[in-house]
């Protein structure tokens, strides 16, 4: 089974090219969904955080604070590779899990949507990467729109991230994310049949 690792910078479009990978029929694997679903209440890897982080990490309901937990996270490398080291063993080892399921059910690729995959060194998980590309002042505005956060954590956040020209010098495939929606999902019906030849 061919293994697509899709990355990209933040607000550059990744969800929106996964869920037209989905609506094809392809399985997707999403790092973001995992780590979410690894640290909800209840599960070791928020305890890990909250002793590593302190109780003010929890909201009142027990659930992680997000935004609190990014506003650390974004302004100090030190605690940034603290909670890497957290979860990004374990997203690694449930993204295996999820892989072999997949293989099993005789699936002639899949999606791995990784948006650290060049940062945390997981390209030895994916058989090809596909980078969506933006330009830099359309990833501040979706950001912006989407989340409503200030430029200055949006640009901790960028910084924090492997800049655009190195994600673009490792890709076997770019889709450039700077049209509508309908153009999205022409670049990836493309892939999919490009996809679906290589994996045969």
Do not use: W
């Not at 929106?16 to 694997?29: E, K, M, N, Q």
């Not at 935004?67 to 449930?94: G, M, S, W, Y």
């Amino acid at each position: 089974m061919l293994k697509i690792g899709l990355t990209g910078g933040i607000g550059s479009g990744k969800t929106t090219v996964a869920d037209c990978f989905a609506s094809l029929g392809v399985p997707v694997i999403d790092a973001d969904k995992i780590a979410h679903e690894l640290a909800a209440p209840g599960q070791p890897a928020l305890q890990a955080i909250a002793s590593a982080f302190g109780p003010d990490i929890l909201c009142d309901d027990g659930q992680l604070d997000r935004a609190r937990l990014r506003a650390i996270v974004f302004n100090d490398t030190a605690r940034r590779k603290q909670l890497e080291e957290i979860l990004h063993p374990r997203i690694r080892a449930e993204m295996r899990r999820r892989i072999a399921d997949i293989e099993a059910s005789a699936a002639p690729y899949c999606i791995l949507s990784i948006p650290l995959l060049l940062e945390t060194g997981q390209t030895d998980l994916v058989d090809r990467i596909l980078v969506v590309d933006t330009l830099e002042d359309l990833q501040y505005h979706r950001v912006r729109v989407r989340n409503g956060l200030p430029d200055a954590e949006i640009a901790a956040i960028i910084h924090a991230q492997v800049s655009r020209e190195q994600r673009l010098a490792v890709a076997d495939d770019i889709i450039a994310n700077d049209g509508g929606l309908e153009e999205l999902r022409q670049h990836v019906l493309g892939l999919h049949q490009r996809y679906l030849k290589h994996s045969g």
